[in-house]
């Protein structure tokens, strides 16, 4: 009876399934269709961005841009919906097989209605734009906005010296600007520059910012200094003294008068220690100003912008889709040039640069950044929501980032392809427990920096998934349905804690960054090596059972550029064969796990390394370091070398900075060579218990603008030869004997052409001096 029944039920669903099939079938023409249609859609959108600029375009073409940016995000949804319900569902077979469509039966149905849907209001907006003459509008706007931009920027100049007297007559504006800038700034020291002809009331505009109560009640002192045409720093800076001391009811100095630059300047600096100061220069006329003044005015970085890792944005940017291809460049290449791009038009201000020039970390500026965040929240395109309210709640957006994780259920979830967090507190239950059912197409999840502790459930159902950061979290273990995330790009796991990835990591055949601190990739031992996206893996544990197939297995990464390893000395040779075999590798760090010596043979010729670091014992520098003639970055760390390596690597004809470091070198004297290292811009020379002196030749480091020796406790005299370092900006000694300060506190003439030199014992006596 059972099998009647059965049989029964199938003969009444092969004439629904017959039905849905017919159906079906013209899903993936239709789907061909409407991808093709979001390109175009896309194109007109870049381009309708450039032409309508601000007034320029009448509201009308506003509505219409926005209905039709509104149809691509639909688009958007049902492309990512088709790929989940019909691509990518596994094949099965017989009953299996049944059961499958009937499953998927209502799903499949509502995209193909959804898909007729969106074609119908893409006729509709086409009629309107017909109907109206919108797109005649917005071609008109864009040939004014072309015009008015010509007129603007014809000559930049001309808005400083035109300006009409109405416009200066009205300070709110610029003084709020101004209060912005010095309450909600940078975190660094920042100079603003308040710049026009006589008489158009600066000085009155900065006396209002001055005395105006946020200012006041924001900094722990402030000071107003008149400079004027013919100045002299001395006077400057004892004035500035003055006024600190009787700002805060103090006693000055009493030989304070008597004081020289140098000791004015070391008295500024002490005073402004871990202190928020605001001081105000008025009637500057030398362009020089700045340079007279600038060390006294020490940066404590007592101030936020949010700093941000251009790594993390490039990587962001590719998760998203908004990085084309070009030939011969990787996405991550092609993704700098864009960054680049926004530096040069000051749309993003670098704070921190790699030692290669290149910059490391950014930020925006708070002007820019509100503007940036009106527009988003105008386009759709993302939203910031905090509980100060610094957005609204309503409306779709694509891409969203929240200081409160409890506010998210607000937002219109099934549209979000991007979620990054800024919260310290533990708020994220809601959200680990909704992520699967209500944020299906994320394609960037970012917890850095979050008190997350366990990765959300289900997590494997995010098939768009591109970009997943737990960096600075305090997650330990990784699900086995992370396997399951086909699409992911980039894994960061950065959390100084050991963690076991499961072997259902290795599935994922599109991962290109996969990033911890300490990663046991064993269970992986014999998957790996298929990860052949892969071109940043680091720290992977060796010290370990299995180790051996582990490394083998890494020499298939042949795509490979950044690589970090900790090993066991007696792997050595295998060690090298792997690396032999990876011909992008740009950075690698080595870190061994005892004390025996290991031995690396890098086939040099074959390598594009330019950042290297060996923190391991070593019977003698490797003869292949020196002829790595693209070398950048150098760090030598725990390697015991007998032998002077300065010898051996002064002709490395693009190093810019070498470290030797915790016993790198056992030997008394480090002697620099005439005519070595000619780019070297930083040396850092640090724990090296046995150095008794330093010698540089003339004509040894001309490029060198930073020199940095720390706890060295044999060494009694500061480098011989260093006064022949005519660039050198910048001389930190640190953690040293106090018999090395008395020795060399009278010496500080060979010194003199040194901008900044500071020196300090064990017990924090410190010689500290600038000049300017």
């Known amino acids: 009876m059972a099998e009647i029944a059965v049989s029964l039920v199938i003969d009444q669903l092969i004439p629904l399934l017959r039905k849905e099939t017919k159906l079906f079938r013209g899903i993936h023409k239709e789907f061909a269709d409407i991808k093709d249609e979001l390109e175009s859609i896309q194109a007109f959108l870049k381009d309708a961005d450039e032409r309508a600029e601000g007034d320029n375009t009448g509201e009308g073409v506003k509505t219409w841009v926005k209905q039709v940016r509104d149809v691509a995000f639909r688009i958007e949804d049902i492309i990512d919906e088709y790929l989940i319900q019909v691509v990518q569902q596994p094949r099965v077979s017989g009953c299996l097989a049944l059961l499958h469509k009937l499953k998927t039966m209502t799903p499949r149905r509502q995209i193909a209605h959804e898909i007729q849907d969106i074609k119908s209001s893409v006729r509709g907006i086409s009629e309107r734009s017909e109907r109206y003459g919108l797109k005649r509008s917005l071609e008109q706007g864009s040939s004014n906005a072309r015009e008015s931009r010509n007129a603007k920027w014809h000559d930049p100049r001309l808005a400083a010296l035109y300006i009409e007297e109405a416009e200066v007559v009205g300070f709110e504006a610029p003084r709020k600007t101004l209060i912005d800038w010095m309450v909600k700034g940078r975190e660094e020291r920042t100079v603003v520059s308040v710049v026009g002809m006589g008489g158009q009331g600066k000085t009155t505009l900065a006396k209002k910012v001055f005395d105006d109560k946020d200012i006041i009640r924001h900094f722990d002192c402030r000071v107003w200094i008149t400079v004027s045409q013919s100045y002299k720093i001395e006077e400057l800076l004892r004035d500035m003294l003055l006024k600190f001391h009787k700002q805060k009811g103090d006693i000055a100095p009493r030989d304070i008068s008597q004081m020289d630059r140098a000791s004015l300047i070391e008295e500024v600096r002490n005073y402004l220690q871990q202190k928020r100061y605001l001081i105000v220069f008025d009637d500057v006329w030398s362009s020089h100003f700045w340079d007279d003044i600038e060390f006294a005015l020490i940066d404590n970085k007592n101030g936020k912008d949010y700093e941000v890792n251009l790594k993390r944005v490039t990587r962001q940017w590719i998760a998203e889709g908004f990085v084309k291809e070009e030939r011969g460049k990787t996405l991550e290449e092609v993704a700098e040039e864009y960054l680049t791009e926004l530096i040069h038009r000051s749309l993003v201000q670098v704070s921190s640069l790699r030692i290669d020039g290149k910059a490391k970390c950014c930020r925006i500026h708070d002007l820019i950044r509100n503007m940036i965040l009106d527009k988003i929240e105008d386009l759709n395109f993302g939203k910031h929501i905090s509980k100060d309210g ?383």
């Open 390 to 772: 610094q957005s609204s709640l309503s409306g779709i957006t694509r891409r969203l980032s929240t200081t409160s994780s409890d506010l998210i259920e607000c937002i219109e979830s099934s549209h979000i392809r991007s979620l990054l967090f800024f919260t310290t507190n533990d708020e994220l239950e809601y959200f680990n427990k909704k992520v699967a059912t209500k944020y299906r197409l994320l394609k960037v999840l970012d917890y850095q920096s979050v008190p997350l502790w366990k990765v959300p459930d289900k997590l494997g159902i995010l098939n768009h998934l591109k970009y997943l950061s737990f960096r600075h979290t305090i997650v330990s273990e990784v699900p086995k349905s992370i396997g399951m995330l086909h699409n992911l790009e980039t894994l960061d796991l950065r959390n100084y804690k050991v963690i076991v990835l499961p072997k259902e990591i290795s599935k994922l055949r599109k991962l290109r960054h996969l990033i911890g601190d300490v990663l046991s990739l064993v269970q992986l031992k014999d998957g790996i090596g298929e990860m052949t996206s892969l071109q940043t893996l680091r720290f992977v544990n060796t010290d370990i059972d299995g180790a051996v197939e582990v490394i083998k297995e890494l020499g298939k990464l042949k795509q490979i550029r950044v690589l970090g390893l900790y090993v066991c000395a007696k792997y050595g040779s295998i060690v090298s064969s792997s690396l032999n075999e990876m011909q992008h590798l740009e950075k690698l760090n080595v870190r061994s796990s005892d004390d025996e010596a290991i031995d690396l043979n890098l086939i040099s010729s074959r390598t594009m390394l330019q950042n290297l670091t060996l923190n391991a014992r070593l019977q003698k520098l490797p003869k292949w370091i020196p002829e790595l003639q693209n070398l950048v970055v150098l760090g030598l760390i725990n390697s015991r070398l007998t032998k002077d390596p300065m010898e051996s690597l002064k002709f490395l004809q693009h190093l810019l900075f070498l470290s030797l470091h915790n016993e790198a070198y056992e030997g008394l004297h480090l002697h620099v060579e005439a005519g070595g290292f000619q780019k070297l811009k930083e040396l850092y020379v640090t724990s090296l218990n046995e150095l008794q002196d330093i010698i540089i030749d003339k004509g040894a480091l001309p490029s060198l603008k930073n020199l940095s020796l720390l706890n060295l406790p044999r060494l009694k005299h500061i480098p011989t030869g260093i006064k022949h370092l005519e660039k050198l900006e910048a001389l930190h000694i640190f953690h040293m004997q106090v018999e090395f300060v008395e020795h060399n506190s009278t010496e500080d003439w060979i010194m003199e052409h040194v901008p900044l030199f500071e020196i300090e014992t064990i017990g924090g006596n410190v010689i500290q001096n600038s000049r300017s």
